[in-house]
Structures are given as C-alpha cells and as structure tokens.
C-alpha cells in the first residue's frame, strides 16, 4: 500500500535549513522505510549518514569498529557507531601515524607506530568526531557516535533502509562531511506505516570537498 | 658474568628505559639524471652571466641531484629532518646539506596546531616548491623567484607557526601565521647583483658556494650562509587556505644586516635585503592547478659607509593540467634588477622566461618529465664584463629521469 509520510521542518540552527522533502509514499517492503537523498542538482548523495531516533528506544548496542589507515588515508572516511562502541585503529600503512581528535564529542591522541597494537578508543558521547594525524595533515576522516537505534549511510543510489521499524515519532537526521558547514539538520517523521519511503533533496550546494589524492612525492 | 651476560643485561636495561613505543625513522634517496640540449651562454655557476644551470658547455647526460633525507622522531612530538644533496659541479663539498633542522610539532588542542622548527630550512613562501626535497613538481626548472630563494635564502634560526584548522571545526577556511628570528644568511643578495635572477633546480648548500670558485680574486666568494654583523633578522608571514583549494601567501622578510659590515673571510659585505612576497594557488579538483608569484625587494650594502642600493622584482604565473599520473604545466617569467646608484656601473637587468614542461609520474618511484625552457635577458654588464652583446635569448631542452627509494626502521 502507498502511503504518503507526514514530514514537518524544525530549524536545528541558523545554518541547517537545507533539506527540503519533496516526495513520498512509494511502497517498499514491509515495515521498512527508505530514505533517499539528493543533492541540488537531483545527483544522489552517496556516503549520508542517516540517524533514526525514537524516545521510545535505546541506542542500537555498541559494536567494535576499525577505522584503519592505508596509504595515508582514513579507511573508511566516515564511520557510524553506536553509543558506548570502541574502535581499533590498526595502521596498515609502513609509516607512523598521530592520530588526534579535539572534537568535543571524543577528544584523544593516539599514537600509531608499527608493530605496536594500541588498544581501541572509546565513544561514550554522541556527535561528530573528526578524525586528523598530527603528521600527516591531509589525512581526514569522521566517527559519528549515535544514540539511535537505527542508522546507516546512503549506497551509490543515495538510498538507505531502515529494517522494520516500530510504530512511533521518529527523529530523521542527515549528516555528510560536505553539508555547509558540517551541521546536522532534523526532521520529525510521524510514522506507524507499514511501507514507507521518503525523499529528500538538498536545497542547497554542497561544499567543494577538500583536494584528496595528491601524488605521495608531493609534502603538501 | 660473561661479555654475553653482560651485554644482554644492558640490551634489557635499555629496553626498560626505552619510550613504551618509538616512531619509525624513515629515509629516502633519489637519483635524478638529466640529458640537456641547451645553447645557454657561460652559466652563473661558472662566474659567468648565463641564465641557466647547464649551459652550451654543459650538455648531455648530467645529473640533475643526488638527495637523501632522513626523519628521525624523537619521542612522539620531536622530530630531526637532514636534507643532503650533491649536484656534480664544483662546489665546496662534494656532498652537503640544503637544511637541517629539529622540529616540535604537539598535536593540535582546540583547533589550533603549533609547530616549532629550529635550524636550517626553507621559509614558507613558496607555493610551488610543494615535492620532496623543495622541488617543484610541475616543471624541472623553477621559477626565477623559487630559483633565488633556493640559491640565496635559507632560514638558519627558529621559526614558530600556529595553525588555525578552521576545516577540521566545520568551517571552510584555515590559517596559519608564522614568525621567525634567524641569522647566518647576511650575504643574502650577492647574487641578484653578481649576476641578477637565473632559472635552475640548483639549491645552494648550507656549507657550499654557488658553483665554481670565484674567478675574479677580489669578489665575493659566493658563499651565502655566514653571519657577518651579528644582528639578527626576521620574517613573519600569513598563509590563508580555502579547503586546500585556493591558498594565499603572504610573507615580509627583513634580515636586518648592518650593510657597513664587511667579512674579509668570504670577501662579502652584510648584505640588507628585505622583501615581500606573495603567492596564490588555485587547483580545480579535476586536475587545473594556476600559481601567481611575486616578489619585491631592496638589497643594500654600504661599503666605507657609501650606501649602494639594488631594487629587485619578480613575477610569475603558471598554469597546469594534471590528469593521472601525467601532468603538463606553461609558466612565464618576469624579472628585473635596477642598480640605484651611478648609471655608469651596469648592475641591472631585466628579462623574461618561458616553461613548457610534461611530467610522467606512473608510482612512487619514477617520475619522468620534459621540460623546454627560453630566458631572454638584457644584463649590461655582459659588455663591460665579458665583451658579448648585453641581450642573450637562451633556450634549453631538457629530459629528467629520477628514480626514489624510501624506507623506515
């Protein structure tokens, strides 16, 4: 059965209004709901990080992640954990790395020299934690730490599903590294429907990523 | 006990008292040789008023440079850094080092990251001089401007930065201001009036000279890194960056020297050279990098208290294409000496260059690129100095290939 999903905006800030919902109520299967992002100019968004939150549940239950380092990069560039999960960061890379955040979710140094196991880091706050190396300055990466009990990131189609969902008021949130600012934005979905789907599209640009990629004979 | 006992004892001594963990040291070498077809008059690294490293006398297989650099953590936030080159020509030492230093670098607290570096290195001003060994990757041959800070100036002090990682806080900007006292570099600006702007790869060494002897036995022996008036000088500078896609750079440099003072030891004076330059990059993100440079400066010296003043200018702008691992680049030069004092003396010149340059990096260890390059020149003193006509156009054809080897223990 199709069915349309009630969406209302709230302004998290001054900078966060940029979603707008267009669509909705394509059915898909049961007791599931798809979100779909798009940017501005309707490419998909790939890589969003999508939270669904509900008073009426706890976070999903903490896991063990690896955000490792290859080839003087983060591998993934973004990671979505649960409350209370640890990460390993293993190093692959021959040469050493200072891994460093001062976000105010999860503020740590982790040295990584090889051969030397460190044991995983903690995230006991939920937000965004942005990931650098004190030796390497192009290095970047994020670890968002949710308290939702449902959340995933956008495939290659810029789609996501949630698995059967409860009935209740769910909190929509969508985050990417590109969205000005790097700023969440919320959205109250009212849902106790059986299929739902909901489609978003960014009323605004993103930020031009920063440059990636440059050849290893470069310093900076 | 036995020798072995012994021995083993202090192994697990120093085991104990070792830091928990130890950064690798890392290494590298590289080994860059040319072929050069180039009608260049005598090179200003024969005492000759030639633009370009390797003249008509210098052609064929030649090798470009020789380096090995090595890092070396100490501790988790220090660090060493020595950089050794040889260029096979006939400098002081056979091989010698381009910088030294010792670098203090804590991790970044609240979005602000500081870096301390003292000894012997390159100050920031150069947007083009982005690859290993302050090479440039877009051509072999830098600009006039990169190719005077690499031939004269070196920064043999301490140097304090402090970033503002506006990206890492959400924003779209970063910052960065530095600031350094330095000394040890008083002859800076004895070859702007020896022989004016050139263009070449060739840095000068922290214990060499600029090529050959000098042959004229009254004149400055070429030798740059001495401190001659024991005073000091100072550079500060403001780096703005737009998510690493466009960077401005500003920096003033004023090395205080007391021009009346004279070393006999290298036949120099103290030479007061102050500049500013700025430089700004712009790269697309799908392989279109455009650099502009310009400097602009004042060089003194006062011999028996007469002062003698040379204003120098340079500018450039590049513009490249990178599409993989291969990348083509165009640049043009403008440079210009102007001796203030008496018209009679030919201290000035003026000229320009052209780069077209397609370099091939396929991994990390081969890089290949082509480069032509044309410098034409009006240098006066070429009449009165050598008898040739004060106008020159030179060109030069030139092939590299370096291989590079890294490591750590």
């Known amino acids: 059965m199709s069915r349309c999903v009630q969406i209302r905006f709230r302004r998290v800030n001054a900078a ?22 798009k940017q501005r100019n309707a490419r998909p968004l790939v ?19 690896v955000m490792d380092q290859v080839n003087l990069a983060f591998v993934p560039d973004v990671l979505v954990i649960p409350l209370h999960s640890r990460v390993q960061f293993p190093n692959s890379d021959v040469v050493s790395h200072q891994v460093y955040s ?18 995983p880091v903690a995230f006991d706050q939920p937000g965004v934690v942005t990931l650098g190396c004190n030796i390497h300055d192009n290095m970047l990466a994020y670890i ?37 600012e790097p700023q969440e934005v919320e959205h109250v979905v009212e849902s106790n429907a059986e299929h739902d789907r909901i489609d978003l599209q960014l009323e605004r640009e993103l930020r031009p990523a920063p440059l990636m990629g440059r050849p290893r004979s470069w310093e900076y | 006990m036995g020798i072995l006992n012994r021995t083993r004892a202090l192994w697990l001594a120093a085991s104990a008292c070792a830091p928990a963990a130890a950064a690798a040291a890392e290494w590298e070498l590289a080994l860059d040789l040319r072929a050069v077809s180039s009608d260049g008059r005598e090179s200003f690294l024969d005492n000759g008023q030639g633009k370009l490293r390797f003249d008509e006398d210098h052609q064929g297989i030649q090798l470009g440079r020789f380096r090995a650099a090595w890092n070396q953590p100490l501790g988790e936030v220090f660090s060493a850094h020595v950089e050794a080159s040889t260029w096979d020509d006939d400098d002081k030492n056979p091989i010698d080092l381009t910088e030294a230093y010792l670098e203090y670098r804590p991790y970044p607290r609240a979005g602000l990251k500081t870096r301390v570096r003292l000894g012997a290195f390159y100050p920031p001003m150069s947007l083009e001089s982005r690859a ?50 330095f000394a040890w570099n008083d002859p800076a600006g004895t070859m702007l009036a020896l022989h004016g702007f050139a263009l070449h790869d060739r840095q000068t060494t922290l214990f060499g000279r600029v090529g050959a002897p000098q ?49 006999p030891e290298i036949r ?17 993100g799908n392989g279109w990098t455009a650099i502009l440079q310009a400097l602009d400066g004042v060089t003194y010296i006062a011999p028996g208290g007469y002062w003698l003043e040379w204003k120098f200018d340079s500018q450039s702008a590049l513009i490249s294409r990178r599409e993989g691992a291969h990348m083509l680049a165009l640049r043009y030069d403008e440079f210009n000496v102007l001796f203030m004092g008496d018209p009679s003396i030919s201290n000035s010149e003026d000229g320009n260059a052209w780069a ?54």
């Open chain 1, 16 to 37: 966060g209004f940029v979603l707008l919902a267009l669509s909705c109520g394509i059915q898909v299967q049961a007791g599931s709901l798809t979100v779909s992002v």
């Open chain 1, 47 to 65: 890589g969003a990080v999508i939270t669904l939150e509900t008073p009426a549940l706890p976070a999903a239950p903490p896991v063990a992640a």
């Open chain 1, 102 to 119: 001062f976000s105010s979710a999860r503020q740590f140094q982790l040295p990584l020299y090889r051969g030397k196991p460190y044991p």
């Open chain 1, 144 to 180: 968002v730490v949710t308290g939702a009990p449902y959340f995933g990131r956008t495939g290659a189609d810029g789609e996501w599903t949630a698995p059967s969902l409860p009935p209740g008021k769910y909190s929509l949130r969508v985050w990417h590294p590109l969205l000005n």
């Open chain 2, 132 to 181: 290993l060994g302050w090479e440039t990757p877009y051509t072999i041959t830098p600009s006039a401007i990169s190719s005077w800070i690499g031939e004269e100036i070196r920064t043999v002090g301490l140097e304090g930065q402090v970033d503002w990682l506006g990206t890492r806080l959400g924003h779209s900007f970063d910052l960065q201001l530095s600031a350094a006292v």
């Open chain 2, 215 to 263: 042959s004229d036995p009254g004149s400055a022996k070429k030798e740059l890194f001495h401190e001659i008036d024991d005073r000091p000088g100072y550079y500060v500078g403001a780096q703005a960056r737009y998510l690493d896609r466009a960077v401005l750079n500003v920096l003033h440099y004023d090395n205080r020297a007391d021009p009346t003072v004279e070393d």
């Open chain 2, 268 to 284: 120099d004076f103290a030479w007061l050279t102050k500049f500013d330059a700025v430089a700004l990059r712009l790269e697309s």
């Open chain 2, 356 to 409: 077209l340059a397609y370099s091939y990096e396929p991994g990390t260890r081969w890089r290949f690129a082509l480069e032509w390059l044309r410098v034409e020149s009006d240098v006066p003193a070429r009449v009165e100095l050598l008898g040739e006509p004060a106008f020159a156009t030179e060109s030069k054809l030139e092939f590299s290939a370096r291989y590079s080897l890294s490591g750590s223990f």
